[in-house]
């Protein structure tokens, strides 16, 4: 008889950063950028996103909106709980 149980945990919870390639668990902790639809496993990889973003984009409007965001990622994390 085959047994397919399926791990849905382990399905939903880990995602995969796009800088880094590093597996990180998206339920604990992740960092969310709107603008570039995206989600990375520490803040370092989102700004190394956002200004690889920037440098393909060159459009002062965009450039701006992503710098605040990068500014907004900065507050999250010091709001964020410190859990473990
Ligand atoms: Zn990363």
Do not use: W
Request: aromatic share 4%; hydrophobic share 40%.
């Amino acid at each position: 008889m085959a047994s397919a149980r399926m791990s849905a945990e382990g399905v939903r919870a880990s995602a995969i950063c796009g800088i880094c390639g590093k597996k990180y668990d998206g339920l604990t902790y992740q960092v969310v950028v709107p603008v570039l639809r995206a989600s990375f496993d520490k803040v370092e990889c989102a700004e190394v996103a956002l200004n690889k973003h920037l440098r393909e984009a060159r459009r002062p409007a965009l450039e701006e909106a992503l710098f605040s965001e990068v500014e907004r990622l900065r507050e999250q994390l010091r709001e964020l709980p410190r859990r473990v």
